[in-house]
């Protein structure tokens, strides 16, 4: 399916990054590494790469990889692209200083465990997971993200599934964002930032 939405001339998110991530460029610092989860066509990882940050990016649409190594080629930035199941990907062979997460909402509850899990296995303590996505209301305004409530975040649920965690923000809003045709129009966003405890 996605390689199918990947397939159409030009990039379906744009080839800029998410609002969000302009707004939490902070925590992107020269030298830090980041993991982007299910990364697209590349616009959040080329992005990172761009503020000094050594990305490694995966995503199980090839055509997506392909649209993705082009964008930073363009950029004149390295990252380590990977064609990669995100069920299958090994979230123990290395930490991270940032993991991000951006629109991955494409697997239900029991997935999302899993998704969750693997990300925190994979960012050093002290380190910061960069979560956002979509709130339930985004159902009424139908402008992008999957159409089941179940896969969808709300506060509660992310203080839950990252407890353990020092939540340092979990923000739901809304907001009119133009991401490419796949994401435009007005929004219900949710932001997390969590911190790995040190010890």
């Given amino acids: 399916m996605w390689n199918e939405r990947y397939a159409k001339a030009g990039y379906l998110f744009g080839t800029e990054p998410a609002r969000?991530?302009?707004?939490?460029?902070?925590?992107?610092?020269?030298?830090?590494?980041?993991?982007?989860?299910?990364?697209?066509e590349g616009r959040n990882s080329v992005f990172m790469a761009g503020q000094g940050v050594r990305v490694t990016a995966m995503d199980n649409a090839d055509v997506a990889v392909?649209?993705?190594?082009?964008?930073?080629?363009?950029?004149?930035?390295?990252?380590?692209?990977?064609?990669?199941?995100?069920?299958?990907w090994d979230w123990g062979a290395k930490a991270y200083d940032l993991v991000v997460g951006i629109f991955i909402q494409f697997v239900g509850p029991e997935g999302r465990a899993a998704q969750f899990e693997?990300?925190?296995?994979?960012?050093?303590?002290?380190?910061?997971?960069?979560?956002?996505?979509?709130?339930?209301?985004?159902?009424?305004?139908?402008?992008?993200?999957?159409?089941?409530?179940?896969?969808?975040?709300?506060?509660?649920?992310l203080r839950e599934a990252f407890l353990g965690f020092e939540i340092v923000e979990v923000?739901?809003?809304?907001?009119?964002?133009?991401e490419g045709a796949g994401h435009s129009g007005m929004s219900a966003l949710i932001d997390l930032v969590a911190r790995k405890p040190l010890g």
């Fill in 20 to 40: 969000y991530l302009r707004d939490k460029k902070a925590y992107l610092k020269q030298g830090f590494t980041a993991l982007s989860v299910a990364d697209g």
């Fill in 66 to 88: 392909d649209k993705a190594h082009a964008l930073a080629k363009a950029a004149g930035v390295e990252v380590d692209f990977n064609v990669a199941d995100i069920t299958k």
């Fill in 118 to 157: 693997g990300m925190q296995k994979a960012v050093k303590p002290g380190g910061h997971i960069l979560l956002h996505g979509y709130t339930p209301k985004q159902l009424e305004f139908g402008t992008g993200g999957p159409p089941l409530a179940e896969n969808l975040y709300t506060e509660e649920m």
């Fill in 171 to 178: 923000r739901a809003y809304e907001r009119e964002i133009d």
